[in-house]
Every structure is written in C-alpha cells, then in structure tokens.
C-alpha cells in the first residue's frame, strides 16, 4: 500500500489549506487519518475517520479549525485546515491500515507533506 500526500505549501497566519491524500496498490477497504510532527515535537494524531466514513475523529486541539473527510473515489481523503496559525507548522502524515486488522496500528504511512504557517 502506497500513500501520496499532497497540498502542503506556505500560507499566511488566518489563512487555509487543503491536504489530499490517496492509497495505491490495494482493493482492501483502509481506515484513514493524519499525523502532524511539529519541529522538536513528538507526531500528534490529528484525525481519522473509518473505511465507510461513518465514523470520524477530529483531536481537540485542531476541532472546529480542520475538517476530516472521504473523498468519492475509493481510499482517498481530505483534511481542510481552516483559520491556521504558526503553531499548525509541522509535517503532515497520511496513515492508514487495513479496515479489520487490528493489530498492526497505522500500518501505513506516506511521506510527508511540510505545512508552513508564516506569522
């Protein structure tokens, strides 16, 4: 399984992004989210949400600012960062694992998508 992120860039404090994502290299149903490791800091678990996109996860610190969502095509997501600060500097995680392996965590991660918030 093979996960492409993209969507990172510079933005202006107050301003949004959108981070994209998309699995290859399966048929199997993933479960999908995002990390975030910031400079110095250790990753931090963003959102996630189920391989049917009836359950979703939004952490506390992001909640209300970042909005977690399946795309139509099958194994793809979104994470829309609205109304970013500096402190949202970090880079981004695609993950995903197995919709019923639950023994391996996040079996699957991309490469890294850079998010900079200019001040």
């Known amino acids: 399984v093979q996960l492409q992120a993209s969507g990172g860039g510079l933005v202006p404090a107050g301003g949004s992004l959108r981070l994209s994502c998309a699995a290859s290299?399966?048929?199997?149903?993933?479960?999908m989210g995002w990390f975030r490791q910031a400079p110095g800091k250790q990753r931090e678990l963003l959102a996630h949400?189920?391989?049917?996109?009836?359950?979703?996860y939004v952490a506390p610190s992001v909640e209300g600012r970042f909005t977690f969502s399946r795309g139509t095509v099958k194994n793809t997501v979104a994470l829309q960062m609205q109304n970013l600060t500096p402190e949202d500097t970090a880079v981004y995680y695609c993950?995903?694992?197995?919709?019923?392996?639950?023994?391996?965590?996040?079996?699957?991660w991309g490469q890294g998508t850079l998010v900079t918030v200019s001040s």
């Open positions: 949400i189920s391989w049917s996109g009836a359950t979703t």
């Open positions: 290299g399966t048929l199997s149903d993933l479960n």
């Open positions: 993950t995903a694992y197995r919709h019923g392996d639950t023994t391996a965590g996040w079996a699957y």
